[in-house]
């Protein structure tokens, strides 16, 4: 589907001003007070405009739509509405150009089963079989060290190796500092007020990050082509071939995609496992439950992990979900409009940038009552059966699915039977850890914690 270019430049001002809503300061907008609150931020004005109101973010005004209903109008887009490109484009378009969230319709649905078969069941195990070695080696690591240490940083590096094996195929060796310095300036210059690369600024560092994952792309493609073999994600891309027997992706195709799936792979588990791991060190009765539930698998401390264990961990499932809830890795997500829509009785002009909210979503005492206490029973199949199916949206929806969703269960459970057999885990006294929730949550201090062998 084409996108017609009139429909993507942003509507006047004054045409979105029958829509409730604060625009907040010249220029800056609500832009500040979104990042350093957006859950209360987004309540609060939800509370006093209602589902649909009005902002304004990032030098351009946009319209939010709140509640189950609006994820699945906007993720679903039966009627091909809105773009993900041009939602994302003005967030991530300098740093992770063309990866499979900026691309929209038939580009999205082509390139979307081109990366799918790296995540069918046979690449999946050669997946596992690698996942679970790594977090059993550095599971061991940490049990020599028992007693304080900073969790979010160690999960960061944990994952960011995990995702270099399963998806290069090989231990990033010296290259890993750099490689993970460059990933974390990409994803802090994708929020950064200044949007410019100006000397100085964290766009300026972003962008000299992706030149460094773009050097390293780029040199190993001929040397992955030259090889020609590779179970990994990064070879299986490189030699993909369509039916004429020429690559299916082109060098640029790959770099992009790598350097997105690297990105979402690595900081998004690193936050998700970190939300879990924080849950269970605050809640000791869920941790010795989830603890009984791997003694059950009768696995010894040294047996691998099959794809039948996982399986058998459906509380520890629950309760990998119940941290997504309270803390989804991406809390908000854009789009923009190609066409002219309403919704809720709003007229919404073509051009407009639209968000929906799993965090706010996730947070509805109307469906999650005392949405702020951990409940992993929440996630019961008659618990599940009887939400809205967009109720809970921690991986988005429709054809913009988190293509990565089983990967991310099966580390998250794999690391749950190492960690859970291996280690308890406990909040410092008199600790209350802080959050920054967007763009995607991690503690502010790297979160405190206190591991002890079983």
Known sequence: MALPSASLTPPKRNTLTHIPGDEGWPVIGNTLQVLADPKGFIEARAKKFGPVYRSHMFGETSVVLLGPQANEFVMFDQEKLF?????????????????????????????????SVAFKAGPMQSYLTELDKGIAAR??????????????????????????????GADLGPEVDAINKAFIAMVAAAVAPIRKPWPGTQMARGVRGRKRIVAYFSEQIPIRRKRGSGGDLFSQLCLAKDEDGKP???????????????????????????????????????QQTLRDEVTKLGLTANA?????????????EMAFNEALRK??????????????FSFMGFAIPAGTVVGVNPLFTHHMPAIWPEPDRFDPLRF?????????????????????????????????KCFARHFLQNLTVALPPDYEPEWQMWP???????????????
């Open 83 to 115: 773009s993900s490109e041009h939602g994302w484009g003005s967030i991530l378009g300098l740093l992770f150009p063309r990866g499979l969230m900026l691309r929209d319709f038939e580009d999205h649905r082509v390139h979307r089963k081109a990366l």
């Open 139 to 168: 599971i061991a690591q940490w049990k020599q060290r028992p007693g304080e240490m900073r969790l979010y940083p160690a999960m960061k590096q944990l994952t960011l190796d995990l995702a270099a094996t399963s998806f290069l």
């Open 248 to 286: 299916l992706l082109s060098e640029q195709d790959i770099i992009d995609h790598m350097s997105f799936l690297m990105m979402a792979a690595h900081d998004t588990l690193t936050s998700s496992l970190t939300s879990f791991v924080s849950e269970l060190a605050a809640h000791p009765e869920w």
């Open 304 to 316: 691998a992990t099959s794809p039948d264990n996982l399986k058998a961990l459906p509380v520890t």
């Open 327 to 340: 803390k989804p890795p991406v809390p908000s997500m854009p789009r923009r409009a190609v066409r002219d």
């Open 380 to 412: 019961t199949e008659q618990a599940v059966r009887g939400r809205h199916r967009f109720a809970f949206v921690p991986f988005g929806g429709g054809a913009h699915m988190c293509l990565g969703l089983h990967f991310a269960y099966m580390q998250a």
């Open 440 to 454: 995607i949550p991690k503690p502010r201090d790297g979160l405190r914690v206190v591991m002890r062998p079983v």
